[in-house]
């Protein structure tokens, strides 16, 4: 095994070990921070939800007053009607004001939705509950808020966010730098590739070529060029030497 062959041994084990741990390291902490983001994504929607419903109440409900209900002129109608719109391009998010005792299908709670309205009754004092659930459409994860008709909860208002699209952007991000560290990989060891023919294989192919010669008895052959102070280049010095002193051996033993 030459000497390229078991630099290039080592150097590509010593590098997938290296940028191994690098992308272990950013996959986990990609995937650890997935639920983070995805709470922080459902309260940003439910911010914006609460600002329609503030929105509908102050300039929209009055509007359509006076011919009889309709149910646009309810501010939850409203924010689902919009989330509905989002869902067409953004499957993950979900809206819903669960109502207890609702006769209209839109607000009638589900049994698990049922159990968070319970949760936030039985905890008065929580302005929002958020917690992972898991549903015959994946996992996601859900931000209630307690809706109430005076002290009286009658329901909670429910953002849901699917963990997939979540877990599939992770995963595309993660396959993104495996082949940024790829790139690098390959870059890095082209890159060491090139500095170990230059400073170490072809001195030593020059040296081991004229020490041939020289074994042949040819001693006609020129110097090594001595560049730098490394260990090459003393090398390069004592072969000179070596060369000088042998020709003024055999130079004495000609006369």
């Given at each position: 095994?030459?000497?390229?062959?078991?630099?290039?041994?080592?150097?590509?084990?010593?590098?997938?070990?290296?940028?191994?741990?690098?992308?272990?390291?950013y996959r986990q902490e990609l995937y650890t921070n997935v639920d983070a983001r995805l709470l922080n994504q459902a309260r940003l929607m439910l911010s914006k939800a609460n600002s329609l419903r503030n929105y509908h109440d102050a300039e929209v409900?009055?509007?359509?007053?006076?011919?009889?209900?309709?149910?646009?002129?309810?501010?939850?109608?409203?924010?689902?009607?919009?989330?509905e719109e989002m869902s067409k391009t953004d499957q993950g998010i979900g809206y819903k004001a669960a109502i207890l005792n609702s006769d209209v299908p839109r607000y009638r709670p589900k049994p698990w939705e049922i159990e968070v309205i319970d949760y936030l009754r039985e905890n008065a004092t929580l302005m929002s509950y958020s917690d992972r659930?898991?549903?015959?459409?994946?996992?996601?994860?859900?931000?209630?808020k307690p809706m109430k008709q005076g002290q009286a909860l009658t329901g909670a208002e429910i953002i849901t966010v699917?963990?997939?699209?979540?877990?599939?952007e992770v995963g595309e991000a993660v396959l993104q730098f495996a082949l940024l560290l790829g790139a690098i990989f390959l870059i890095?060891?082209?890159?060491?590739?090139?500095?170990l023919h230059v400073m170490v294989i072809r001195p030593i192919q020059m040296l081991s070529k004229k020490a041939n010669k020289i074994s042949t008895g040819d001693l006609t052959v020129e110097e090594l060029d001595v560049v730098g102070a490394?260990?090459?280049?003393?090398?390069?010095?004592?072969?000179?030497?070596?060369?000088?002193?042998?020709?003024?051996?055999?130079?004495?033993?000609?006369q």
């Open positions: 095994m030459n000497l390229r062959i078991k630099f290039n041994v080592v150097m590509i084990t010593c590098l997938l070990l290296g940028l191994a741990s690098v992308w272990w390291f409900r009055g509007l359509l007053e006076g011919d009889g209900f309709k149910p646009q002129q309810v501010g939850s109608y409203a924010i689902s009607r919009v989330f659930r898991s549903g015959a459409d994946g996992d996601y994860v859900f931000l209630a699917a963990e997939q699209t979540a877990y599939a890095l060891l082209i890159v060491f590739n090139v500095l490394d260990e090459i280049s003393q090398l390069a010095s004592s072969f000179n030497r070596m060369h000088r002193s042998l020709k003024s051996a055999m130079n004495m033993l000609g």
